[in-house]
């Protein structure tokens, strides 16, 4: 599992941040996704990294630009998760 850090450009309001998740649920499979226009990011959850390119592909028709992507491995915190 990896997770994803999208910085975006564009998200100012809530509908902002629905339109990019459903944008990028529907491009791909994803485990996870939510959006933060105050943060200007997305963070993904998938099984596999998704590359740059397709991520700017997916957004670009939606008006919203993909500024970077950071990538890292995704752990699960549970609920009684200590540290």
Partial sequence: MVQMTLKIDGMQC???????NDTLRAAFP???V???HSKGETVLVTAEEIPE??????????????VSVQTAPYVKRGLFHRG
């Avoid at 809530?14 to 990019?20: A, D, L, R, Y």
């Avoid at 390119?53 to 993909?66: I, S």
């Fill in 34 to 36: 939510s959006s933060s």
């Fill in 53 to 66: 390119d397709a991520l700017r592909r997916a957004l670009e028709p939606t008006g919203y630009k993909l």
């Fill in 30 to 32: 994803l485990k996870k």
């Fill in 14 to 20: 809530g509908m902002c941040e629905s339109h990019v």
